[in-house]
């Protein structure tokens, strides 16, 4: 059946072309109402969540749904050149005995982030079971990573998120004292600018991250943004969206280059 040179590649072809499908449909068909709601199902599983964050995509539903996909716009984004410290905040870090880790309290971090209250809001009730799990297995294999703040030793706010190329994708933060989820997104910020990371998504509209400089960015615009910061063809991340893994686990830290932000000073 496949006797002549030119038939002998059809089932290669077809081969790689099953490799390359994307699981995602086109993020331009993501609904206006509600805004940025692209798909519904599939899982949680490495390759999918790297797969989707790569297009600027993300998980986001609670336990009595299945796995929804957003891709919202615009979308929520900090240049990270562009954090806004404002003169209270200032006088605060200069007084401040708090302390910065990073990537030594990630379990912690998730649990806070759902089970921690907002100003006015619900807990993080999206930040189910299944989607903690997920996060700690990107963690264990160095994408996912945490941003810790402590006085005296005892955790008392942070965040977490995904870091693929020179893009940090935030997922979650919480307080615990007041100002304590603001430091650790300056301390992100200052890490990622020293990093040559220049953009944090921020997802959507938040008057907490829009104080500290987040603006609107179109979707088409951050999808640019995500392949000249990511510098892996789409194909590629396709046929194995763990090629964006490093080859071996390393800290925030290590990944931008083993900045030191520990004092509060040091964030000014």
């Not at 603006?215 to 000249?228: A, G, I, V, W």
Request: net charge negative.
């Amino acid at each position: 059946m496949y006797g002549c040179p030119r038939c002998r590649e059809i089932p290669r072809r077809l081969e790689h072309l099953i490799n390359v499908i994307n699981p995602f449909p086109p993020t331009d068909r993501a609904l206006r109402d509600p805004n940025g709601l692209l798909a519904m199902g599939g899982d949680l599983a490495p390759g999918t969540l790297v797969s989707a964050y790569a297009q600027g995509i993300f998980p986001w539903f609670s336990d009595d749904e299945e796995i929804l996909w957003w891709t919202p716009c615009p979308r929520l984004v900090l240049q990270t050149g562009n954090i806004h410290v404002s003169r209270s905040m200032s006088k605060f870090l200069r007084q401040s005995d708090w302390t910065l880790m990073y990537d030594a309290a990630f379990s912690e971090v998730i649990q806070n982030c759902a089970t921690v209250a907002r100003d006015g809001e619900a807990t993080g009730t999206w930040i189910t079971q299944e989607m903690r799990s997920a996060y700690q297995v990107l963690h264990k294999m160095g994408v996912a990573h945490s941003v810790e703040v402590y006085e005296a030793n005892q955790l008392i706010g942070g965040l977490y998120g995904v870091l693929l190329g020179r893009v940090f994708f935030g997922e979650s933060m919480f307080s615990l004292r007041s100002n304590a989820s603001k430091v650790a997104f300056i301390a992100l910020s200052r890490a990622c600018a020293q990093g040559g990371v220049k953009l944090i998504d921020c997802q959507v509209d938040n008057p907490h991250l829009m104080s500290l400089g987040a603006t609107s960015m179109p979707r088409k615009d951050f999808e640019n943004h995500l392949r000249d910061a990511i510098k892996v063809t789409m194909e590629e991340i396709l046929s194995d969206p763990l090629c964006l893994v490093p080859e071996r686990r390393r800290t925030l830290p290590e990944r931008l280059g083993s900045f030191d932000l520990r004092s509060m000073e040091q964030l000014l």
